[in-house]
């Protein structure tokens, strides 16, 4: 069982990318990665998920944005060694802002439209 399951807006390319690095650091197989378009549950709000990187732990506990970066930096024996930066950044809140300004700006490409009926934002 995953320690922790992910979900990441598939339509965006920056996240898709985020996942396959995820995927390549997570040696121990904890962190399970689903599609937040796809998501049928009622634990997570998929409206605010597909602003912010959201999470949930074996627990039920969700979590959105920095604070789902934090969980993941926690159980990725590979990045221990930044623990004390993420840490700073999620105590100072400039983590949280950073988050926030990179997930405004992200670009989103809905793949399965057509020219004439929806455009990328």
């Known amino acids: 069982?995953?320690?922790?399951?992910?979900?990441?807006?598939?339509?965006?390319?920056?996240?898709?990318?985020?996942?396959?690095?995820?995927?390549?650091?997570?040696?121990?197989?904890?962190?399970?990665?689903?599609?937040?378009?796809?998501?049928?549950?009622?634990?997570?709000?998929?409206?605010?998920?597909?602003?912010?990187?959201?999470?949930?732990?074996?627990?039920?506990?969700v979590f959105y944005g920095y604070d789902s970066i934090w969980q993941i930096v926690v159980r990725l024996p590979l990045l221990w060694v930044f623990v004390p930066v993420f840490f700073i950044l999620k105590v100072s809140r400039l983590g949280h802002w950073a988050y926030k300004e990179l997930a405004i700006k992200r670009q989103i490409i809905p793949l399965h439209c057509k020219e004439e009926d929806c455009r990328p934002n």
């Not at 399951?5 to 390549?24: A, H, N």
């Not at 378009?37 to 074996?58: D, F, M, P």
């Open 1 to 61: 069982m995953s320690s922790l399951s992910i979900y990441i807006d598939s339509w965006c390319p920056m996240c898709v990318r985020f996942g396959s690095w995820l995927k390549r650091l997570d040696i121990f197989n904890g962190i399970r990665q689903a599609d937040i378009r796809t998501y049928e549950g009622t634990a997570i709000s998929k409206e605010k998920g597909l602003q912010q990187i959201a999470s949930i732990n074996r627990h039920s506990r």
